[in-house]
């Protein structure tokens, strides 16, 4: 069973609207989460990362948050527009550069 | 800064053969990661370095491949023979230090095709 779980594998919504993806882990000791934003035929580009203090983390209109007791992140997109359409990869750490990927949402925004 | 620089963009070749992927991280980086990334298995790290040094390369599938970094502003992954299972999107990225936490920035990625 893979140590970090994404959902849902794929969404759409409407250009606007706001949604928002759940990571779930069980990945332990943990060290780090970070999310990831990946467009379609490019590498991906760090959106957010968050220690096991943190509980949540602003890039823009997007928005991280930890709850490292029931090991849960969710990845709020606000006022979502055609260019946040990619995939969405959770990727947790148990200690430095020992990671656990998930296997992303697929976000589609729609005019 | 340019960003992480990767060749060849494209791959294709015949299996058996041997194939070697390219990667230039951003200069001032002291650590380099490979990936490889697949419709089935999803992003999976291979190898990283840390001041050109292999750090962890417990990911990496098999003998078939290698990687070295012979300087700060080079690395190679080299899979020989190649087999059509290796076909996939394979990413290098780098960062300034690689403490955990830190920024990862990666390249374009090399896609490979092995028939």
């Known amino acids: 069973k893979n140590q970090v779980e994404q959902s849902p594998q794929s969404l759409i919504i409407l250009e606007g609207k706001n949604c928002t993806l759940q990571c779930n882990y069980t990945v332990s000791p943990f060290s780090n989460l970070r999310w990831y934003k990946q467009d379609t035929g490019r590498g991906p580009v760090s959106l957010t990362i968050?220690?096991?203090?943190?509980n949540t983390k602003s890039n823009g209109r997007y928005t991280a948050t930890l709850d490292a007791d029931t090991k849960q992140s969710s990845l709020h997109i606000t006022a979502s527009q055609l260019s946040d359409s990619a995939s969405y990869i959770c990727?947790?750490?148990?200690?430095?550069?020992?990671?656990?990927f998930g296997a992303g949402t697929r976000l589609t925004v729609k005019p | 800064d340019a960003g992480v620089i990767q060749s060849p963009r494209h791959e294709v070749t015949e299996m058996g053969q041997e194939v070697t992927l390219r990667c230039k991280p951003i200069s001032g980086h002291n650590s380099l990661f490979w990936y490889r990334q697949t419709m089935m298995r999803g992003l999976e790290l291979l190898i990283y370095?840390?001041?050109?040094?292999?750090?962890?390369d417990s990911g990496m599938p098999e003998d078939r491949f290698s990687a070295k970094m012979p300087n700060a502003s080079f690395s190679t992954l080299k899979i020989q023979p190649s087999e059509p299972r290796d076909s996939a999107v394979y990413f290098c990225?780098?960062?300034?230090?690689?403490?955990?936490?830190?920024?990862?920035?990666f390249g374009p990625g090399t896609r490979l095709l092995v028939l």
């Open positions: 968050m220690t096991f203090s943190e």
């Open positions: 370095f840390n001041n050109n040094v292999p750090i962890d």
């Open positions: 990727v947790v750490s148990a200690r430095d550069n020992d990671m656990r």
């Open positions: 990225a780098s960062s300034p230090s690689g403490v955990g936490g830190e920024t990862q920035y």
